[in-house]
């Protein structure tokens, strides 16, 4: 399975991103789908998991801010992101198997390059 990220960028705050995850290997339906973002300080840290009956769960702190969502036809997954705040510059990435947003099952876990994404005043 292989999982490539894209649509980062620099955005001021209270402004919006739409990153996008394509998603090949798979059957769309085969595997929940998660985003999580890594900074040097905080590490990994989940942001959404979409369950394969389309269901997501979102990290508090994005909650109201970010939706997900996806394109069977075309195995591609987005993470719309509103009101952006400097604490959520970070790294982004999707990838396969969340549980939950913080936990994800190891065994079926792949994930992609991620996209960076700086809000900056």
């Known amino acids: 399975v292989q999982l490539q990220a894209s649509g980062g960028g620099l955005v001021q705050p209270g402004g919006s991103l739409r990153l996008s995850c394509v998603i090949s290997?798979?059957?769309?339906?085969?595997?929940?789908i998660g985003w999580f973002r890594r900074t040097p300080d905080e590490g990994r840290e989940g942001v959404s998991c979409?369950?394969?009956?389309?269901?997501?769960a979102y990290r508090d702190s994005v909650k109201g801010r970010f939706t997900v969502s996806t394109d069977s036809t075309k195995k591609i997954v987005y993470l719309q992101m509103n009101e952006l705040k400097p604490d959520d510059t970070a790294v982004y990435h999707c990838?396969?198997?969340?549980?939950?947003?913080?936990?994800?099952?190891?065994?079926?876990?792949?994930w992609g390059k991620g996209t960076e994404v700086t809000v900056f005043s």
């Open positions: 290997g798979s059957t769309f339906d085969d595997y929940s």
């Open positions: 990838a396969t198997a969340c549980r939950s947003v913080d936990i994800w099952d190891v065994d079926r876990f792949y």
């Open positions: 979409t369950d394969t009956d389309g269901s997501t």
